[in-house]
Nanobody
């Protein structure tokens, strides 16, 4: 079983930046395609960015050009750099596998974009 610990969230003004981190337990982290998900109040959880084991990335249209996903396999960590943030980015952010059966969710990290 793999466990995830997300961190780096907070309150940021529109146009600002945050960098989220997700530390994963487990020795086979490097084999997984990983993803960042978010869940806004009253909405379903959505997958916003993915990175495969080779470092290839994909983004949902709403964050393309603003968010960057990366990974450090030596540290079992995946990152999400968020720039030019918008109020609609407000959500709890989680990481998990991007494909196949998901592991249990971590506690997530709250991101709030507001004046």
């Amino acid at each position: 079983q793999v466990q995830f610990v997300e961190s780096g969230g907070g309150l940021v003004q529109p146009g600002g930046s945050l960098r989220l981190s997700c530390a994963a337990s487990g020795s086979i982290f490097s084999l997984y395609d990983m993803g960042w998900y978010r869940q806004a109040p009253g909405k379903q959880r959505e997958l916003v960015a993915t990175i495969d084991s080779s470092g290839n990335t994909n983004y949902v249209d709403s964050v393309k050009g603003r968010f960057t996903i990366s990974r450090d396999n030596a540290k079992n960590t995946v990152y999400l750099q968020m720039n030019n943030m918008k109020p609609e980015d407000t959500a709890v952010y989680y990481c998990n596998k991007a494909l196949g059966s998901l592991y249990s969710w971590g506690q997530g990290t709250q991101v709030t974009v507001s004046l």
